[in-house]
């Protein structure tokens, strides 16, 4: 199993990034998909997450309205398009699996059994 997230970068305050987990290695319809982030001296918190099986999303209170998950199953990806970032967005963004599709636990990082390697999210303010 493989998740390999992309897409972030640097950016100013009230802009846009769209990051991308592009998965191998399972059957991308069997899983559902979240996304964390991890400031420096923080823990790592859920985002959001996207069971395209269950036809459900969620995302934590933080990003509700700015960012969007959405799930191309037959690119295997999962995107989550961040709008209107901030200097509080500022984090290591990870993609990560699991094999339960509902919702519950969705934000809790030891629910999830695979993970990418984090992509840097820098918002200047």
């Known amino acids: 199993v493989q998740l390999q997230a992309s897409g972030g970068g640097l950016v100013q305050a009230g802009g846009s990034l769209r990051l991308s987990c592009a998965a191998s290695?399972?059957?991308?319809?069997?899983?559902?998909i979240g996304w964390f982030r991890q400031a420096p001296g923080k823990e790592r918190e859920g985002v959001s997450y996207i069971s395209s099986s269950v036809g459900s999303t969620y995302y934590a209170d933080s990003v509700k309205g700015r960012f969007t998950i959405s799930s191309d199953n037959a690119r295997s990806t999962v995107y989550l398009q961040m709008n209107s970032l901030n200097a509080e967005d500022t984090a290591v963004y990870y993609c990560?699996?699991?094999?339960?599709?509902?919702?519950?636990?969705?934000?809790?990082?030891?629910?999830?059994?695979?993970w990418g390697q984090g992509t840097l999210v820098t918002v200047s303010s």
């Open positions: 290695g399972f059957t991308f319809d069997d899983y559902a």
């Open positions: 990560a699996a699991r094999k339960w599709r509902y919702g519950s636990r969705w934000y809790f990082p030891d629910a999830f059994d695979y």
